[in-house]
Every structure is written in structure tokens, then in C-alpha cells.
């Protein structure tokens, strides 16, 4: 199981072994990691599974798609590196990956 | 520990499954109990009528946690029990099968069930292929018989009946929707944006009638399965499988025979307390005042049943924590995200921005300059925008909000 870093935004790290074919806000969420509220689902329609991809993350990862663009624009704080976690998903090629997470979702 | 501590929480659905995680997060110190009485973990209810009735969603996608989580939380799932009655007085409930359980706090998420369709109360309602949708069980039935070259018909234009028509339609079923009312989605929504519904449905292959009553089925010699849909207006519909959308019913019962206060819907605070003080109620079955509308007011809406859960998980653990989040539904049909904020009830004057015929468009629902409600297609941005613009009550300038060329943002500032 590829390992995902979460760090909670006053820094507290938790490695967790990511099960293949989650997604990231699932992890978060079944490792009861405060920080994620994740309102819809996973359904691309609420920003509130809004994370920071550490390098080299961010451009490893797959591009997010217009839906998850636009979703992100709407977020509190976006940063260039945002990402909506529902939206990325475990594989055995993001063995080490590392989110950080916001202050805040709503 | 004694039962004095015990948490018991019936119903496992959204509201019911957040609010006992949360009553850990927020230092329940005994026992927690969720009780539901469908087999499955809780699962996420809108994915039933759009991917999971695909088959683009699993059943493990659609857990709103692993068993695991509730492991972690020290939460006690009793999952396939049905809660027979509660006894107020000695703080206990019985199951159907007769076993009881003490609480120090009990709390109420029992959601809701379809509203059933009188026309099909005589017979076709029991037929292998007449189906409500609300369950995991009610959808795995569904997916049976939802095989392409089939005939559907659909009883009900609302959400469920238009997401079930979106998708039947790409599996390549023949549909046809039924609406009683002249237009479809009538209670929620403006004619406009009703009619740019039946128009992207039509234009999708779907045969939808409005203005149509059903009022009979025709089944087959074994009494068996449902051929015909019956119509006020004479017309027979021939078919292969009938989903029935017309609406929920708060489940109620539970509580009403407690001596609950409930009325259409168990009446709570805002911060989810009945009018039993060891008593909460979180989600579709409740019925809340609702500080920005100034009413009581019962949604049948996924971030309300998360956010009232919350507020009734944190308020039992002594961190009181009113509930004044505004109202939002999201409705995925075809190509379409549709979202939706706030009540559009009393409003004067609607104002439309952007293009219906480009699929883009938001339709602002006003009272004077307040914006109750709004309705955003394919608008995101903007939906987010419009949640502050309910729910802070900001003044807009109706002229200026159909003006397509200002940023909505740039409007807010002003």
C-alpha cells in the first residue's frame, strides 16, 4: 500500500498506508485525519476535500480536470499548487505523496 | 461503564453515521451505538441515482466510511436492526426483536421513505419490476433491469426521476417521464429553468409528458410484472420496468409515538435538540427554525443532514453549536452540474445571467435586493459566490446581476 503523508495545518503529520484505488480525501477521511469535511461525496462539488500537493507532487500528479479548476477557484486560500483530494487517486506511482492540509474548508 | 453514557444513535445515514463519529471527535466519553436497519455500512445516498446506478460506482466507493473508522471512533455499528418504539421515561428502546438498550442521550436520524404513489397501491406496487429509489437494495433491483433496448417509464419529474432519466438514457433504455405538474422540478425551481430541463431531456431522447396523471398499471396475467402504465389523459404507456420519484416522507413515526413534537418532520432547535432534552434528531426527518428564513423549514439535502449533524454531535457533548449554515442541493444530469442554493419561496423577481442556450447560466431567485435563492448551471464559481450572497444577505442591484460582462465578484464588492 503506497504511503500518503497528510499534514494537518498546524503541522501534525500522519503517514498512512494508502489503499490502490482510493482516493485521497477517502484516506484522509478513513484515518480520521482532522481538517477534511468532504460535504459531497467526493462529487466534485463542494471544495471542502481542499488540500496543498508538496513537490514534486504537483506536477506528478494528473492534471485536474475543469470541473476540479474551477471547483479549486472557489476555495479558501488556493494556492497554485490546490488540489480538490477527491480527485486524486492511490496508485502504486504515488508511493510517498504528501498533502498538507488548509486552515480552514468552509 | 454504565448506560448512562451510552450514545444511541438510530438511523445510519448521513446525519446519523457524522453524528456518532463526531460525538467522538467531540469527547462522547461512553459508549457510542449506531443503529440502522439496512445491512450495508452507511453509504452516500446521492450517488444511487446517478453513478452507482451506472455502475460506475461500487459499493466500496459509496461508504461514507470504512469499517475500520468506526473502529478507530469506537463506534458500535448494529446494522439490519430495526428500532420497534422508545420509552422516554425509562430512557430505553426496543428493537423489533424484542431486545432493549438504555441511552443517556438518544438521537434521531431516521431520515425518510418514498412518498408511494396511489395508483399503485392496488396491485403494482408489488411487481418484480415497479421500484421507489431510495436504498442501496431498492437501486441493486433497479440495476437488474435496467438493460439496454428496455422501456422505462418514470413516474415523477423531480430530481430522482430526472438523474435516473439522464442515466437510463445512456445505458440506451427508452424512457419516458411522467410529471403530474405542467412542468417538471415545479417545486423547486422557475419555469425557466424548468423548461431548460425538459428541453436538454427531450433533446436526449427522452419522452417527457407533463401535465399527466398516472392513475392505473396494467400487469401481466401473473400478477407479476407492471406492461402498462395507465394516464389521466388516456395514454398507455408500454413497459419494461416503472421508478416511481414523487417525493419523501419524513420518517416520523418513531418519534411521534414517543410524544415527540413533530410536525411534518421532528421539530428541533438549531442546535438539533427535540422537545425531550435528552432527545436530538439530525437530518431529512427533522424540521428546523431556520434563522435566515425566519421559519421552520425541513430539507431533504445531504450538507444540511452533514451540518445539523455536527451541531447536534457538538451541542450533546456540552460545545453548544447552532446550526445556520445556508441550504444547498447539487443535481447531476448529462453534461449538467447543476447547483442550487438557499429557498426561493416569497420571492418577486428573477433574474437570469448568462445563457440558457449555452448551458451556462445562473438564475438569481429576489425579494427586493436580497437574493433568497439561486440556481447555477455549469457555474461554479459563481454558485460559490452566491452561497455568501444568501447567506450573508448582501444587497445586490438587480439591474447590474444580469449584466454577464461584471464579474459577479466585482458586484459583491460594490
Known sequence: ?106 | MSHHEVLLVVGAGHAGAELAIQAREHGWPGRIVLVGDEPALPYHRPPLSKGYLSGEATLDSVALKSRATYDKAGVELMLGRRVASIDRHAARVTFIDGQALHYATLALATGGRPRRLPAAAEGAEQADNFHYLRTLADVDRIRARLVHGSRLAIVGGGYIGLEVAAVATRMGLTVTVLEAADRVLARVTAPRVSSFYEQVHRQAGVDLRTGVQVDGFALDTARRLVTEVHCSDGERVRTDVVIAGIGLVPDTDLAAAAGLDVEDGILVDACSRTSDPAIFAAGDCTRYESPLYGRRIRLESVPNALEQARCAAATLCGKERRHDGVPWFWSDQYDLKMKMVGLSQGHDRLVLRGSIEERSFCAFYLQGSRVLAVDTVNRIPEFMLSKRLVAERLPVDPERLADDSVPLKNQIAA
Open chain 1, 1 to 106: 500500500m503506497p504511503a500518503l503523508t497528510v499534514i494537518e495545518f498546524n503541522g501534525k503529520e500522519h503517514r498512512i498506508d494508502a489503499e490502490v484505488g482510493k482516493s485521497a480525501m477517502q484516506v484522509v477521511i478513513d484515518a480520521m485525519v482532522p481538517g477534511i469535511m468532504a460535504d459531497c461525496g467526493g462529487a466534485c462539488s463542494c471544495a471542502t476535500c481542499h488540500c496543498y500537493v508538496e513537490a514534486p507532487w504537483a506536477t506528478r500528479l494528473p492534471e485536474p480536470v475543469p470541473a476540479e479548476r474551477e471547483m479549486l477557484e472557489c476555495a479558501l486560500d488556493p494556492q497554485p499548487n490546490s488540489r480538490l483530494s477527491c480527485q486524486i487517486r492511490i496508485t502504486p506511482h504515488t508511493e510517498g505523496l504528501v498533502i498538507r492540509l488548509p486552515q480552514s474548508q468552509v
